[in-house]
């Protein structure tokens, strides 16, 4: 059996799937996020706007690695029509766009935030996944303008599209930024006309464009802006996106989810602007490329990277190790006063028990030694 047949006959599934939960997905405005980095905030980001415009919301977000299934997408969307929800807002990933996990649903809006990966191959499968989904024709595209996958989305069909971005040619433009220990502000400006300052509790670059994609998805709906700066405020947090943790050490611990090469760009030069001595950044190799190992490495004052499958010797301030607990280890007995330490990648942020992180454990741990 060829891909095409398989493709068609889970499609089909997904259909009847969906026929059997009433077609919910037609019955209320749903708006995907997707992309490789920042989904899950920009979709924080977007529910508290429209809750604070006193719109109904719903919102799924799978947890990290956790496909969604169709029936879950479903039941979701059944539970939305029920409670007249007007927007049901999906954090929807490769995976469930193979398998037309949204069924039979009309897509008001997608929103994309970025297609990055170490590894060309899969960014490419993710940029095919997504023009898949957008063969569905939603109503609405917003789109990344920074993001090189910008330019092969621009025969994208759907009613209205429009940019974000750092770019001059950004529809919705970032003209300032300012980075604070306690959050974020910037100066946006709208269609060359409509100018709008905002703050956000979240930190760094990526926190940025993310409350940018979303504050574009609410202009390009059709909805008010007019208090987008309290909706942006209404999200005081978002666990292991710049997540500072709270220890008794004389320095700060940062944990950021960080998969692949741009994440980690911009978590280290996020920390390298706030940073009021020394950085230490502790990473898992395999989620990164060589290149951008030593490109870190070059820029922080300690770099410890996991490196389980292919040990490589240490160089200049990148030290190897093969465990994520001699790299925690490692780097909170080399910190000082003063200094940064950063914990990215998916190894640290993955929740042990009683709902929190490696990182907070193994933390706990080593001040008990």
């Known amino acids: 059996m060829n891909r095409t047949m398989k493709d068609s006959i889970k499609k089909r599934q997904a259909q009847l799937i969906s026929r059997r939960y009433g077609n919910p997905g037609q019955s209320v405005k ?82 994309m935030t970025n297609f990055s990966d170490t590894r060309h191959e899969m960014a490419s499968e993710q940029l095919d996944c997504l023009k898949r ?11 990344n303008h920074d993001d090189e996958s910008c330019d092969e989305l621009s025969d994208v069909q759907a009613s209205s599209k429009m940019s974000y971005g750092v770019h001059e040619d950004a529809e919705a433009h970032i003209e300032d930024v300012t980075l604070y220990k306690k959050g974020s502000e910037l100066k946006l400006v709208i269609d060359h006309q409509t100018k709008l300052r905002l703050a956000t509790y979240l930190v760094g670059t990526a926190n940025v464009l993310n409350l940018t994609a ?9 909805e008010s802006i007019a208090d987008v700066d309290e909706g942006a405020a209404r999200l005081e947090s978002c666990p292991t996106n710049y997540e500072y943790i709270t220890t008794a050490l004389p320095y700060r611990v940062v944990l950021d989810a960080a998969p692949n090469d741009t994440a980690l760009q911009q978590v280290v030069a996020t920390t390298l602007a706030l940073a009021p001595r020394r950085t230490i950044v502790a990473v898992q190799a395999d989620s990164l490329s060589e290149a951008c190992i030593e490109e870190v490495g070059e820029k922080v004052d300690r770099l410890i990277v996991i490196d389980i499958n292919d040990f490589k010797p240490n160089r200049g301030t990148v ?23 950063v914990f990215a990648g998916p190894i640290y ?8 992180s490696y990182v907070h454990n193994a933390i706990d741990a080593f001040l008990q030694d």
């Not at 989904?133 to 789109?143: K, S």
């Open 30 to 111: 749903v708006v995907a996020v997707v992309g490789t980095n920042g989904k899950t905030t920009t979709a924080h980001y977007l529910n508290e706007m429209l809750l604070n415009n006193d719109q109904s919301t719903a919102l799924l977000v799978p947890e990290e690695g956790v496909t969604l299934g169709v029936r879950r997408v479903q039941q979701f969307l059944r539970e939305a029509k029920r409670n007249n929800v007007k927007y049901a807002i999906i954090v929807i990933g490769c995976d469930d766009i193979r398998a037309h996990s949204l069924g039979s649903a009309s897509l008001e809006t997608v929103v």
């Open 133 to 143: 989904l957008l063969e569905r024709t939603p109503r609405y595209m917003v789109l």
């Open 214 to 222: 979303a504050v574009t998805a609410l202009y390009i709906m059709g």
């Open 319 to 341: 030290e190897r190790v093969v465990s994520p607990d001699a790299a925690v280890k490692l780097a909170l007995r080399a910190a000082r006063q003063d200094d940064v330490v």
């Open 349 to 356: 942020t993955h929740l042990q028990k009683d709902g929190r």
